[in-house]
């Protein structure tokens, strides 16, 4: 009741700001990997996902966010296009619809692309997906 | 790494004066340690007051003051006047144990080993800590160790002896991020719960001041108890008697509460009743400024 009145009035109290504030410094002090070993992360990641599909580097975005009881990963990856000379996991995934997020990952023996396996061939047809998350739940808060 | 330890150790409190034979103890007491990493939280009063509640049930409390150098736990119970000797005599065997422990005024079964107050918290011996709460574990029932703050020397030779964890927070950004970090350095050996101190509803219910679900619901630990901000335990302290020493005020109650619940009783969880006049829910209502 006193609350509804409080936005009635815009009221914002100053322990949803606590609330908040607390929220990020902990998440920051569990990842005590802390910003380098984040972005360190975040270039390993592009690495392993240029593999496959052209990325825009300049625009990825990595963030993290409390899921219940865990810290979860989001990484925003836009995908400009496919790399033609990966050693994609299956010929055929450009094809049709766009391939769900998890489909290069599935495969782990396309990671030896160039000598052993000969690159399957691609389909010229570079399927643009713009945007790509992908979830994690690596560090466990609290 | 320990003997097993008996989960309602002097619950019942019916063999307050049973001295264990040293060699096999026929059982021994609980070693929890009252921390938080920020300083003046309460954990002192805390210390003090749940060693008076655990008394007053009939069990055999020793406190231990860990904060060398900066004693305090004989002020709050008003006994700075008995002090002779303190931890590091014992630890450093110019005293025997005995001697040292400072019966407590009001309450017979309730020892004090005072903290040295003119040495450094580097000169204990860890290991020897260890070995002097393990002592005093085969003679009491409970050992509470009053933790200093920070997460340094003075801080683990306060939890090296222990085996449980109790930490005090207040509804403060910094106490809570030092209680998660204090939490995650304990680990899963000494299942921490939690004190909620100096809680004040009137705030909390302005918004003015983080509630104990947004502190749980951040830290999310077992809750052991709150404990609201009366001005009761200021004088409390000013006297030098803890405050869980009278019948009538509230926070004497959460403090009893608390007791009981750490004896292994099932008590209502812990809340604080927020009392609030018919003028002053008109003036949250219309008047009162957030800031």
Partial sequence: ?142 | MHVLRQDDAGGNGSQPHEQAPVATPAKLGRAIVITSGKGGVGKTTTTANLGTALARRGATVALVDADVGLRNLDILLGLESRVKYHVLDVLEETVELEEALITDKNSPTLRLLAAAQTREKDEVDTEKMRALVQRLRETFDYVLIDCPAGIETGFRNAVVGADEAIVVCTPEVSAVRDVDRVVGLLGNRFRPQLVINRVRPQLVKKGKMLSVEDVNGILRLPLLGVIADEPEVIVSTNKGEPIALRTDTKTAAAYHAIAARIAGEDVPAPTVEIKESFMGKLGSLFGGRRS
């Fill in chain 1, 1 to 142: 009741m006193i609350e509804f009145f409080n936005k009635l009035f815009g009221r914002e109290a100053s322990s949803s700001t606590a609330k908040e504030r607390l929220r990020l410094v902990l998440m920051s002090d569990h990842l005590s990997l802390a910003p380098d070993m984040v972005e360190a992360m975040k270039r390993d990641l592009v690495d392993v996902i240029s593999k496959y599909v052209q990325v825009d580097r300049t625009k990825i975005e990595v963030s993290f966010e409390q899921q219940d009881k865990a810290l979860a990963m989001l990484a925003n990856i836009p995908i400009v296009g496919v790399n033609r000379d990966a050693g994609g996991p299956r010929g055929g995934s450009g094809n049709g619809a766009p391939a769900a997020s998890s489909a290069p990952t599935a495969n782990p023996s396309a990671q030896a692309s160039a000598p052993e396996n000969p690159a399957p061939p691609q389909p010229a047809v570079p399927t643009p997906r713009r945007r790509r998350r992908k979830k994690a739940n690596p560090a466990a808060a609290t």
